[in-house]
Every structure is written in structure tokens, then in C-alpha cells.
């Protein structure tokens, strides 16, 4: 989420999050990328899995179960993306400079070649880079995303409206007003405790405003499509089928595109499948990528 002021602010939600969470890191910090510095961390160990946050997420937005497992198996790196979190405030940009960034940060880290697992505009970006930059990615996991295009399905207006920030909400109370385009009612009312926990995470390290509005202009002008069947990383494809946020319509176009490309739908899912089926989650994830 962002705030109105244009500096970073450490909300008091982020000293609750840091000791609520179990999964401490290895190493953490910012490096220099380009034009700005940013924000990442190494867990466990084995083969790296970069894990690509969405539209005005940061490193927190994955939650306490997905990263946690994966650490189990691979040496994940998670980090905020130019404008989200604690890497740096940044003026207009696009998918394919937040490509570079993650290339940028793969170089500043010494990692050649990783898996990449990228959520929604996330998964636009992992897109991005498998496709300029496929020699740095290994395998390619996507979630709940769209490769934009003249086939992009759009959630109708009702829906879009929530990609817009309400001045008349906190900023809490605009995330959960967001929530029914997040999660199906359902998991909403069975689940308010994990609702509001992914809340305060995002709250923890809020951006500005102008960063995300950024972030909004160049996932809306994302498109990729036509370039799709060039791609020859071994790919994954999540969703789950509930999701009205990024119309599944859009991931199978992906998957029927990218030669030789699979599909998982999680049933009873969302647009943020990993918050609410974290164990379906990480049980695709391991399944393809392997050891």
C-alpha cells in the first residue's frame, strides 16, 4: 500500500509483523540497481527461487506459510520491486524496467540463473524476463497474471474500480474493501484473522502514492502476447478459479501460447491464491520446479 507523504515510513504494524514472523533470513538489505536501490532477502538454501511480488506488494505480500516451505527446499530471494516496500520510491516505469531491476539485483547477488515465481503483476514481470532474458531464468512459475495484449479479458468495471485508490479510506480500510476481489466471500468469512494478517504485512512498509499509480500505469500497458510462443523456459501456470481480479481466461491463453506449457487451477482460489491455499501453493511449486 502506499501513503500520501512522499517519504518511506516504518509503520508500527512492521515491528508487529517482524515478530510475528518465523521465517527469519540469511542475509537481507539493499544494493544498488540502476537508479535505485533495492530491498531483498536470502532464505534456506539450494537452488535459488526469486519470488516476483505484485501491484503495490512488497517481500511481506507472499505471507508466513509459502516462503517458509519453499526455504525448505530452495534458497529463495525475496524483494520489493521499484517503488513498493524498502527499496526506493521511483517515478514513472514499466514492466520491462522492473525486468531489468531483477536482473540488475540477480547480478548484485551473484546468482546466474534461478527458478522465478512471479504473483500477478509479478508474473508479468517473470514474463518479461524470460523473454529478454532467458538465460538468467531456469524455470517459470506464474500466478494469476496476464500477458496483456489484444486478448487480455479485463474484470469489468465493478471490479476495475478496486485497482483504484479511495481517498476516502485508511489505508487499512481501502486493502480491506479490496478484500472481496482478493479472496472469494467464502474464505473471507471463514478466515478474518488471515485476512487482516496479510493486511497489516502490506502495511508494514507502506510506499506513496505517485510510486503506485506508477506501478498501475505500466501493468495496465503490459503486452507481451505476441511474443509468447518464443519462449522456451519450462513453465507453470497458477490459478485459482475464483479469481475476478485477473480473469483465468488470461492464463490460459498463456498456457496454450508458451510451447509446451502446464496449468494448475486451485479450487475454492482467488486472485491471491498463496494467501489463502498456501499448502496447494507449495505443493504445485515443488512438484515442477523439483529439487
Not at 538454501?45 to 511480488?53: A, D, F, S
Request: aromatic fraction near 10%; include cysteine; hydrophobic fraction near 40%.
Amino acid at each position: 500500500m502506499y501513503l500520501n507523504d512522499v517519504s518511506l515510513v516504518q509503520t508500527a504494524a512492521a515491528d508487529k509483523i517482524a515478530a510475528d514472523r518465523i521465517l527469519k533470513p540469511n542475509y537481507a538489505g539493499r544494493v544498488t540497481v540502476g537508479n535505485i536501490k533495492m530491498y531483498y532477502q536470502i532464505h534456506g538454501q539450494g537452488e535459488p527461487l526469486l519470488m516476483i511480488m505484485g501491484l503495490g506488494g512488497h517481500s511481506l505480500d507472499w505471507g508466513w506459510i509459502v516462503p517458509q516451505k519453499l526455504a525448505d527446499r530452495y534458497k529463495i530471494i525475496l524483494f520489493d520491486n521499484r517503488g513498493s516496500g524498502r527499496s526506493d520510491q521511483s517515478g514513472p516505469c514499466t514492466i520491462e524496467q522492473m525486468a531489468k531491476d531483477t536482473i540488475g539485483l540477480m547480478d548484485a547477488l551473484a546468482i546466474d540463473r534461478a527458478h522465478v515465481f512471479g504473483g500477478s503483476m509479478g508474473g508479468m514481470i517473470a514474463l518479461q524476463m524470460a523473454l529478454d532474458h532467458p538465460e538468467h531464468v531456469n524455470k517459470l512459475v506464474l500466478g494469476a497474471t496476464s500477458a496483456g495484449g489484444k486478448f487480455r479479458i479485463f474484470p469489468p468495471p465493478e471490479i476495475q474500480k478496486y485497482f483504484y485508490p479511495r481517498q476516502d479510506l485508511s489505508a487499512h480500510d481501502y486493502l480491506l474493501w479490496t478484500g472481496v476481489v482478493c479472496y472469494p466471500q467464502e474464505f473471507i468469512d471463514a478466515h478474518p484473522d488471515t485476512v487482516e494478517r496479510k493486511i497489516q504485512a502490506n502495511l508494514a512498509y507502506p510506499g506513496t502514492l505517485a510510486s503506485y499509480m506508477a506501478q498501475l500505469e505500466a501493468f495496465m500497458a503490459f503486452n507481451v502476447d505476441e511474443r509468447l510462443n518464443t519462449i522456451r523456459v519450462p513453465t507453470m501456470i497458477i490459478i485459482g478459479n475464483q479469481d475476478v481480479l485477473t480473469p483465468p481466461p488470461n492464463s490460459f491463453r498463456i498456457a496454450g501460447a508458451i510451447p509446451g506449457a502446464q496449468i494448475r487451477e486451485i479450487d475454492g482460489a482467488g486472485h491471491i491464491f498463496w494467501i489463502s491455499h498456501p499448502e496447494e501453493t507449495v505443493k504445485i511449486v515443488t512438484e515442477f520446479l523439483g529439487f
